[in-house]
Each structure stands twice: as C-alpha cells, then as structure tokens.
C-alpha cells in the first residue's frame, strides 16, 4: 500500500506577469496597488487587484523594463521598488520554498 503518495497540487494558480509561466500561488509575489506606489502584498489577503511574479530578479528586472507594471500601477520609483522586490526574493528563498 502506498497511501502517502503526493497528491497534486489543487492550489490556485496563477500567471507572471513577466514571463507568463504558471505557478501556485504560494511560489509567486503580489503586488498591489496600494495608497504609497506598489505595495508588495506578502500575505496576499489583500483585496485589491494584482500582478503576480515568480521570485526571480530576471522576471522583477523584465517586468520593470517593458513598463507593464507602470501602466498597472502609475507612476513610482522604479529603483526603490526594484531593491524592495530583490529584498523580498531573498527573504522568500532564505525561507525555501516548499
Ligand atoms: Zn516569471
């Protein structure tokens, strides 16, 4: 018997909005319009609409460059918010990804 076989996954998932692969939610980071630029809606309970991206400083670096979170969200610092999601990538994969 082998009953502690893994069942797949039946978490939602969704898409990055850099390179359009599909990931849980768990895997991915959201963003938020929130009322100071971009937040970044780590416990992603909040309600209003988001993008999601993979924990990946190639899809943070991409999704800045081709201005599509811009167009989301207005105008912020793009630099700020850069370091704000590389730091969160590091705090993400320093506490592994299970
Ligand atoms: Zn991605």
Avoid at 2 to 28: G, Y
Avoid at 58 to 69: A, Q, S
């Amino acid at each position: 018997m082998n009953e502690n076989k893994t069942v797949p996954s039946r978490e939602p998932v969704r898409q990055c909005s850099a390179c359009f692969t599909h990931r849980t939610k768990k895997e991915l980071i959201r963003l938020t319009k929130g009322s100071d630029g971009v937040e970044i809606d780590a416990a992603q309970k909040n309600q209003s609409r988001g993008i999601y991206l993979c924990p990946d400083e190639k899809c943070i670096k991409k999704l800045i460059k081709t201005g599509r979170i811009k167009s989301r969200f207005g105008i912020f610092d793009d630099r700020e918010l850069e370091e704000r999601l590389l730091a969160c990538i590091k705090e993400k994969n320093r506490n592994g990804n299970s």
